[in-house]
Nanobody, 117 residues
């Protein structure tokens, strides 16, 4: 059972950058889908960025041109580079991965990001 562990969160000022990492306990190089989600207090969890096995990436409109999702399959690690951070980017960030199109989505425990104005 692959487990996901996020790191890299923290507190930054608006305009700053953070890079989140998500390390898998086993190989995820053949996983169909990997993604980053976030959840602010009192709000629903939302998708931020995703990457598919064919290399295709998708981004929420609110983070396009500021966030970049990438992966290093040799290290079983998923990244989220976050630049030009805004206070509204604050929240708990979770990585998620799915082995196949219809398999269960695995979640990490989350890492907190706080952006101050």
């Amino acid at each position: 059972q692959v487990q996901l562990v996020e790191s890299g969160g923290g507190s930054v000022q608006a305009g700053g950058s953070l890079r989140l990492s998500c390390v898998a306990s086993g190989s995820t190089s053949n996983y169909y889908y990997k993604a980053w989600f976030r959840q602010a207090p009192g709000k629903a969890r939302e998708g931020v960025a995703s990457i598919y096995i064919d290399g295709r990436t998708t981004y929420a409109d609110s983070v396009k041109d500021r966030f970049t999702i990438s992966q290093d399959n040799a290290k079983n690690t998923l990244y989220l580079q976050m630049d030009s951070l805004k206070p509204e980017d604050s929240g708990m960030y979770y990585c998620a991965a799915r082995a196949g199109p219809s398999t269960i989505l695995k979640w990490g425990q989350g890492t907190q990001v706080t952006v101050s104005s």
